[in-house]
T-cell receptor, first 114, second 113 residues
């Protein structure tokens, strides 16, 4: 079946601009995660949704970052007033939501802030 | 709090040689352990996982890992590597209320002919 998909695959923007990154999870997966992977590092947790609600947003670096999942399926990660330090690959993962659980990752969106 | 340490950033090895990629973790809650692989220009793929039961877990392509609670380790091994195993390997620990994953910094396995 279809895996996790993310759009766009690449996004180049200028410092100070607003960006939206989209994630389509595997059908039927109630849990959705966002991670950020900087060059030479492992993925770092940003936020976790169970259904429509953000159950854990402790990884969001500051209030410029926000994520929504209004219908419990597709999620959008929103970054305001982008900074060069936001440049990274943003990964989305989904799972069935029954711990212990396996997360399935999308291909990621590479964000470059000039 | 949970953390993962991958001691080797890069492991060069010749084809058909054995390899071990090291992973140590710390956690104050029950742990679930994972190895993910990232092939060049591809996304993260689950390689194998330990959730409970047998401490030795295997993948379909010949890798295995053993959960060692006393040494807080989950090292990945393969008795004979192929060129196609060249990739970045990430160890991760999960568990707790949200099951978020904490990743190590990754180990690049570079298989040479």
């Amino acid at each position: 079946g279809a895996g996790v998909s993310q759009t766009p695959s690449n996004k180049v923007t200028e410092k100070g601009k607003y960006v939206e990154l989209r994630c389509d999870p595997i059908s039927g997966h109630t849990a959705l995660y966002w991670y950020r992977q900087s060059l030479g590092q492992g993925p770092e947790f940003l936020i976790y949704f169970q259904g429509t609600g953000a159950a854990d947003d402790s990884g969001l670096p500051n209030d410029r970052f926000f994520a929504v999942r209004p219908e419990g399926s597709v999620s959008t990660l929103k970054i305001q007033r982008t900074e060069r330090g936001d440049s990274a690959v943003y990964l989305c993962a989904s799972s069935l939501g029954l711990a212990p659980d396996t997360q399935y990752f999308g291909p990621g969106t590479r964000l470059t802030v000039l | 709090a949970q953390s993962v340490t991958q001691l080797d950033s890069q492991v060069p090895v010749f084809e058909e040689a054995p390899v071990e990629l090291r992973c140590n973790y710390s956690s104050s809650v029950s742990v679930y352990l994972f190895w993910y692989v990232q092939y060049p220009n591809q996304g993260l793929q689950l390689l194998l996982k330990y959730l409970s039961g047998s401490t030795l877990v295997e993948s379909i392509n010949g890798f295995e890992a053993e959960f060692n609670k006393s040494q807080t380790s989950f090292h990945l091994r393969k008795p004979s590597v192929h060129i196609s195993d060249t990739a970045e390997y990430f160890c991760a620990v999960g568990g707790g209320a949200t099951n978020k994953l904490i990743f190590g910094t990754g180990t690049l396995l570079a298989v040479q002919p």
